[in-house]
């Protein structure tokens, strides 16, 4: 069994933005266009509304049962958990932010890894949750996004991360910026593996994320309407003296500035992955990466 | 909750005084206007240097400046942030924030080197990546990430030093080497101390306060063991005397380009991953905990 408890997130502490859907009552308020949403139909349809299109946010785990065959996945290294080596001067002590956000969260950390089979395909997964610091990266995430890599390489199997993140934590100074280059070295290695790293923007996407992992993937998917930059727009407006457009950083966006591979709706994200992973996952080209080049050269 | 933290050995405590001066006085003389730029120090380090320009895709960025020269008489390939002296050199540099044309301009030289066999040097000084509209619609991000990535992978000799301000991201997209240096004064951090005082206490003012917290200085870093060595400023600071802070970086630079010379490109990558692998303080959850 899982040391964590893993009760569905409780909201009381959340400020209205970051609230997702309502456990209690039997409908809910779309945050887009304002219509009624019946519950039991907003889960059908994986917290999309119906009537506009718009993604709801997703905690960790409900994002993995919507990749993983059956929804069936197996969690690690969830013993993985922040400190405060810092010893962070704050108007609240970082411990007690890190106890905070896992009650709110009912997570350990802000990333949950995972794994598990996709379309048959064995698959490491992570996915962040912005209910956890805003999802922000300190070394925990570092090391457990290392982790899963890893074992990607390990086992000759795929990765799959789900970005949802302000960036890197700030508590934890220059060691989570340096988590940027740590996670960018394993996936060095995972493409010199020619293994798989599928990249998922979900809203919102910005900071040392973006500029690290998450535009890294072989192939990078991001869910409509969702914000994704490397400054926020706060920071950016106050550089440049002006409002920005409403639709500016968002994947409509990217995509026009060819920045990211495909738009695709969380209806259609597990189909989609399935036949990526078909096309990536290649055993015939599973083998050593230091074969690559000496083999063409002596050919 | 944490109960034992398995990568944190013999970590010394951190000290508020730091050799007399506070992080914040640090922070002050990294962005001094006298102090030496890459330029300043790169006509003082190298001969011959050549400039070269543009990322073949877009620009030419003048907030990162590259090139090729001798260091003691072996060709090496140069890349750094660049800040402007005077109003119009602010200007023309943009602050030493680069865009994304910036960091391709670099990688494309860095890979270069590596095409020759030849090491780099990387000069980190900027306040920040350029948060504007162009730099997002032409990836930022991307720019910054890719570099990360293939950083990692050169296979000649990478010394970094910061000779400045470590600006976020917008440092590190040039700051994955096999010897990260830090000048005595320079800062590396996350986010400036305004910034992070703006967010924490809504209160840029408390720009000193934040910049304790982040331990940011070059004894904090490497404390933290996220560089390999700082190097020795003149007496009250690296403005104080270019040449001589040229001389002292000198000698540290030769020695540990030598030292990576002198070493295979198998070892070197592969030290380079242990490095970057071992990056980051975190804990154990207690095994009891997760039993239940
Ligand atoms: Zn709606």
Same mark, same amino acid.
């Given at each position: 069994?899982?040391?964590?408890?893993?009760?569905?997130?409780?909201?009381?502490?959340?400020?209205?933005?970051?609230?997702?859907?309502?456990?209690?009552?039997?409908?809910?308020?779309?945050?887009?266009?304002?219509?009624?949403?019946?519950?039991?139909?907003?889960?059908?349809?994986?917290?999309?509304?119906?009537?506009?299109?718009?993604?709801?946010?997703?905690?960790?785990?409900?994002?993995?049962?919507?990749?993983?065959?059956?929804?069936?996945?197996?969690?690690?290294?969830?013993?993985?958990?922040?400190?405060?080596?810092?010893?962070?001067?704050?108007?609240?002590?970082?411990?007690?932010?890190?106890?905070?956000?896992?009650?709110?969260?009912?997570?350990?950390?802000?990333?949950?890894?995972?794994?598990?089979?996709?379309? #048959?395909?064995?698959?490491?997964?992570?996915?962040?949750?912005?209910?956890?610091?805003?999802?922000?990266?300190?070394?925990?995430?570092?090391?457990?996004?290392?982790?899963?890599?890893?074992?990607?390489?390990?086992?000759?199997?795929?990765?799959?991360?789900?970005?949802?993140? #302000?960036?890197?934590?700030?508590?934890?100074?220059?060691?989570?910026?340096?988590?940027? $280059?740590?996670?960018?070295?394993?996936?060095?290695?995972?493409?010199?593996?020619?293994?798989?790293?599928?990249?998922?923007?979900?809203?919102?996407?910005?900071?040392?994320?973006?500029?690290?992992?998450?535009?890294?993937?072989?192939?990078?998917?991001?869910?409509?309407?969702?914000?994704?930059?490397?400054?926020?727009?706060?920071?950016?407006?106050?550089?440049?003296?002006?409002?920005?457009?409403?639709?500016?950083?968002?994947?409509?966006?990217?995509?026009?500035?060819?920045?990211?591979?495909?738009?695709?709706?969380?209806?259609?994200?597990?189909?989609?992955?399935?036949?990526?992973?078909?096309?990536?996952?290649?055993?015939?080209?599973?083998?050593?990466?230091?074969?690559?080049?000496?083999?063409? $050269?002596?050919? | 909750?944490?109960?034992?933290?398995?990568?944190?050995?013999?970590?010394?405590?951190?000290?508020?005084?730091?050799?007399?001066?506070?992080?914040?006085?640090?922070?002050?003389?990294?962005?001094?206007?006298?102090?030496?730029?890459?330029?300043?120090?790169?006509?003082?380090?190298?001969?011959?240097?050549?400039?070269?320009?543009?990322?073949?895709?877009?620009?030419?960025?003048?907030?990162?400046?590259?090139?090729?020269?001798?260091?003691?008489?072996?060709?090496?390939?140069?890349? !750094? +942030?660049?800040?402007?002296?005077?109003?119009?050199?602010?200007?023309?540099?943009?602050? !030493?924030?680069?865009?994304?044309?910036?960091?391709?301009?670099?990688?494309?030289?860095?890979?270069?080197?590596?095409?020759?066999?030849?090491?780099?040097?990387?000069?980190?000084?900027?306040?920040?990546?350029?948060?504007?509209?162009?730099?997002?619609?032409?990836?930022?991000?991307?720019?910054?990430?890719?570099?990360?990535?293939?950083?990692?992978?050169?296979?000649?000799?990478?010394?970094?030093?910061?000779?400045?301000?470590? #600006?976020?991201?917008?440092?590190?997209?040039?700051?994955? !080497?096999?010897?990260?240096?830090?000048?005595?004064?320079?800062?590396?951090?996350?986010?400036?101390?305004?910034?992070?005082?703006?967010?924490?206490?809504?209160? $840029?003012?408390?720009?000193?306060?934040?910049?304790?917290?982040?331990?940011?200085?070059?004894?904090?870093?490497?404390?933290?063991?996220?560089?390999?060595?700082?190097?020795?400023?003149?007496?009250?600071?690296?403005?104080?005397? +270019?040449?001589?802070?040229?001389?002292?970086?000198?000698?540290?630079?030769?020695?540990?380009?030598?030292?990576?010379?002198?070493?295979?490109?198998?070892?070197?990558?592969?030290?380079?991953?242990?490095?970057?692998?071992?990056?980051?303080?975190?804990?154990?959850?207690?095994?009891?905990?997760?039993?239940?």
């Amino acid at each position: 069994m899982p040391w964590f408890r893993k009760k569905r997130p409780q909201f009381e502490n959340v400020p209205a933005e970051e609230r997702r859907v309502k456990t209690e009552g039997i409908f809910v308020k779309c945050l887009e266009c304002d219509a009624a949403l019946f519950k039991p139909d907003l889960e059908e349809s994986l917290q999309v509304c119906q009537n506009c299109g718009y993604h709801f946010r997703l905690d960790a785990h409900t994002r993995l049962s919507f990749l993983y065959d059956d929804g069936a996945y197996e969690e690690l290294d969830e013993e993985v958990i922040s400190v405060d080596p810092l010893e962070f001067v704050d108007s609240k002590p970082y411990p007690d932010r890190l106890k905070q956000a896992q009650d709110v969260s009912g997570l350990p950390e802000a990333v949950v890894n995972a794994r598990g089979r996709v379309g #048959g395909h064995l698959v490491y997964a992570a996915a962040m949750d912005m209910l956890f610091i805003g999802g922000s990266m300190g070394s925990a995430v570092g090391e457990k996004v290392t982790r899963l890599i890893e074992r990607a390489i390990n086992d000759r199997a795929a990765v799959i991360i789900f970005a949802a993140s #302000g960036g890197a934590r700030m508590q934890e100074g220059a060691l989570s910026l340096m988590q940027m $280059a740590k996670i960018s070295a394993a996936l060095a290695q995972l493409d010199e593996a020619r293994l798989p790293f599928i990249s998922v923007l979900t809203d919102p996407t910005t900071g040392g994320v973006t500029a690290s992992f998450a535009m890294l993937g072989d192939v990078i998917i991001a869910e409509p309407k969702a914000l994704i930059g490397f400054a926020g727009p706060r920071v950016i407006e106050q550089t440049i003296r002006q409002k920005l457009p409403k639709d500016f950083q968002r994947s409509e966006f990217l995509l026009e500035h060819g920045m990211i591979d495909a738009i695709v709706d969380r209806r259609e994200m597990r189909d989609y992955i399935i036949k990526l992973l078909n096309f990536m996952m290649n055993p015939d080209l599973n083998r050593a990466p230091e074969t690559e080049m000496s083999m063409k $050269a002596s050919k | 909750m944490a109960e034992k933290e398995n990568n944190e050995q013999n970590v010394e405590p951190f000290d508020q005084e730091k050799g007399n001066r506070t992080a914040f006085e640090r922070v002050q003389l990294a962005r001094h206007p006298e102090r030496p730029y890459t330029l300043d120090l790169v006509e003082r380090l190298f001969e011959d240097f050549q400039e070269v320009h543009g990322d073949r895709r877009f620009a030419e960025d003048p907030a990162i400046v590259c090139g090729f020269a001798r260091f003691h008489g072996l060709p090496v390939a140069i890349v !750094g +942030h660049q800040k402007g002296r005077d109003t119009k050199q602010r200007k023309i540099r943009n602050f !030493g924030m680069p865009k994304p044309e910036g960091y391709r301009k670099a990688l494309r030289v860095m890979k270069l080197a590596e095409k020759f066999g030849r090491p780099v040097f990387s000069f980190i000084d900027t306040p920040g990546a350029y948060p504007g509209i162009d730099a997002e619609e032409r990836g930022q991000a991307e720019a910054i990430a890719f570099n990360l990535r293939e950083m990692v992978k050169l296979r000649v000799p990478v010394i970094v030093t910061v000779i400045g301000e470590g #600006g976020s991201g917008g440092a590190l997209a040039i700051g994955v !080497g096999d010897q990260v240096l830090m000048l005595e004064n320079a800062i590396y951090s996350v986010i400036s101390p305004e910034g992070c005082a703006a967010i924490l206490w809504k209160d $840029a003012q408390q720009a000193d306060r934040a910049a304790d917290s982040l331990r940011l200085t070059a004894e904090d870093l490497l404390r933290l063991n996220l560089i390999d060595a700082t190097v020795e400023e003149p007496d009250g600071g690296a403005h104080k005397g +270019h040449d001589e802070t040229a001389q002292l970086l000198d000698v540290v630079l030769s020695q540990r380009l030598a030292e990576a010379v002198s070493q295979t490109a198998g070892f070197r990558m592969r030290r380079r991953y242990e490095r970057l692998r071992e990056y980051g303080r975190w804990g154990v959850a207690p095994s009891s905990a997760r039993d239940e």
